[in-house]
Antibody, heavy 119, light 107 residues
Framework: EVQLVQSGGGLVQPGGSLRLSCIAS????????MTWVRQAPGKGLEWVAN????????HYVDSVKGRFTISRDSAKNSLYLQMSSLRAEDMAVYYC????????????WGQGTLVTVSS | DIQMTQSPSTLSASVGDRVTITCRAS??????LAWYQHKTGKAPKLMIY???SLESGVPSRFSGSGSGTEFTLTISSLQPDDFATYYC?????????FGGGTKVDIK
């Protein structure tokens, strides 16, 4: 059974940093692109970043470029999102998701983790 | 970026109703469209991909159609478990983008 289990959310002050984690199981982690998607309060889903199978290719939404870093550790079957210089508008539930094969839709999602940015 | 517009934003319906949700793309995306069901506090669930392909395990009362810029998600007979928010997502070009969501609630 494919599972994506997230951790690492919480309350952080504006300008602060936080690292989200997503541990994968039930599939060959190193064979899939992985993605982070977020949902701000009262808003829809927004793609944040993705990373290819070996971590050599990464892409970000413009609003987080230079502040967020996506990474992965295949030895630990883990996906990460390092977030720094956090802003109020980054407050959201963050989901990790598995890309479906060669296509950029998402067939499995984590349970989500809440990031609250507030002083 | 491609803009995805869903309508309606909220839909009130009863168990057994036929429900249709529309998703429009700001430019042609061929049939590179997915639909997700999202319930509060849970992970989104893939329902449909490639506009009309049913994801494994998804009930057959769900169907998708369309191509180019206009797409629909239809639930043929709404069941209690179907009350949720539904999102479309284009994956024709990067960055992938989502519609604003359609909340299906109880009438």
């Amino acid at each position: 059974e494919v599972q994506l289990v997230q951790s690492g959310g919480g309350l952080v002050q504006p300008g602060g940093s936080l690292r989200l984690s997503c541990i994968a199981s039930g599939f060959t982690f190193s064979s899939y692109w992985m993605t982070w998607v977020r949902q701000a309060p009262g808003k829809g889903l927004e793609w944040v970043a993705n990373i290819n199978e070996d971590g050599s290719e990464k892409h970000y939404v413009d609003s987080v470029k230079g502040r967020f870093t996506i990474s992965r550790d295949s030895a630990k079957n883990s996906l990460y999102l390092q977030m720094s210089s956090l802003r109020a508008e980054d407050m959201a539930v963050y989901y990790c998701a598995r890309d479906s094969g060669s296509y950029r839709y998402f067939d499995y999602w984590g349970q989500g983790t809440l990031v609250t940015v507030s002083s | 970026d491609i803009q995805m517009t869903q309508s309606p934003s909220t839909l009130s319906a009863s168990v057994g109703d036929r429900v249709t949700i529309t998703c429009r793309a700001s430019q042609s995306i061929s049939n590179w469209l997915a639909w997700y069901q999202h319930k509060t506090g849970k992970a989104p669930k893939l329902m449909i991909y490639k506009a009309s392909s049913l994801e494994s395990g998804v009930p057959s009362r769900f169907s998708g159609s369309g191509s180019g810029t206009e797409f629909t998600l239809t639930i043929s007979s709404l069941q209690p478990d179907d009350f949720a928010t539904y999102y479309c997502q284009q994956y024709y070009v990067s960055p992938v983008t989502f519609g604003g969501g359609t909340k299906v609630d109880i009438k």
